[in-house]
């Protein structure tokens, strides 16, 4: 069993909508930032959104107002809901569980998923 696993990714027309989960373990999900990510097809991985343990999001500038980050503790599930989808939201998907120590502040962990592929078509 993996410790981060995306789904939902697929294949939508622009200005469509895809819903994107992320299963974790419960302790990551209660110690740990889930983030999401995104890799375009020969381009940088990018943040997309995060969602801290306090329950704060945030997002990239170029997603926001289409992207919420959420979680349901009851299912240890973090979801990204995309919105209003464009051709250059094109990209693989991944979550990401991200904590830095707070009382060594320049150790950090991270976990990464397999990543799940998102085509917009124009």
């Known amino acids: 069993q993996a410790q981060l696993v995306e789904s939902g990714g697929g294949l939508v027309q622009a200005g469509g909508s895809l819903r994107l989960s992320c299963q974790a373990s419960?302790?990551?999900?209660?110690?740990?930032?889930m983030n999401w990510y995104r890799q375009p097809p020969g381009k940088q991985r990018e943040l997309v959104a995060g969602?801290?343990?306090?329950?704060?999001?945030n997002y990239a500038d170029f997603v926001k107002g289409r992207v919420t980050v959420s979680r349901d503790n009851a299912k240890n599930t973090v979801y990204l809901q995309m919105n209003s989808l464009k051709p250059e939201d094109t990209a693989v998907y991944y979550c990401?569980?991200?904590?830095?120590?707070?009382?060594?502040?320049?150790?950090?962990?991270?976990?990464w998923g397999q990543g799940t592929q998102v085509v917009v078509s124009s």
């Open positions: 419960e302790s990551i999900l209660s110690m740990y930032s």
């Open positions: 990401n569980a991200h904590r830095t120590s707070k009382i060594m502040t320049t150790m950090s962990n991270d976990y």
């Open positions: 969602l801290s343990t306090d329950g704060i999001s």
